[in-house]
């Protein structure tokens, strides 16, 4: 089992920022993809950032320019950073990892959610 704990959610005006951090423990041994997603009332969860165990990045292009993913391979643990919030980024944010256990077995596991409310 992995476990995924999300902080960083929050509300914020519009045009200002939040940083979402995302903590991986349990029976990692190896995380390969981690990214984070995100699902407004109403609508399908929806693709925002990815980033591989080298460090090769992926973005959803509303959030090109704004959104910044980063993580730490000793710290299992990986970030979003959002500037120049919208009122259209409000949204549970959930963290995913991809990987596998020691015994090559793979893996996907999602966070719980932390909530996002940009105010305009």
């Known amino acids: 089992q992995v476990q995924l704990v999300e902080s960083g959610g929050g509300l914020v005006q519009a045009g200002g920022s939040l940083r979402l951090s995302c903590v991986a423990s349990?029976?990692?041994?190896?995380?390969?993809?981690m990214g984070w997603y995100r699902q407004a009332p109403g609508k399908q969860r929806e693709f925002i950032a990815t980033?591989?165990?080298?460090?090769?990045?992926d973005y959803a292009d509303s959030v090109k320019g704004r959104f910044t993913i980063s993580r730490d391979n000793a710290r299992n643990t990986v970030f979003l950073q959002m500037n120049s919030l919208k009122s259209e980024d409000t949204a549970v944010y959930y963290c995913?990892?991809?990987?596998?256990?020691?015994?090559?077995?793979?893996?996907?596991?999602w966070g719980q959610g932390t909530q996002v409310t940009v105010s305009s």
């Open positions: 349990g029976s990692i041994f190896s995380i390969s993809t």
């Open positions: 980033i591989t165990s080298g460090g090769s990045t």
């Open positions: 995913n990892v991809e990987g596998q256990t020691i015994g090559l077995v793979r893996y996907n596991y």
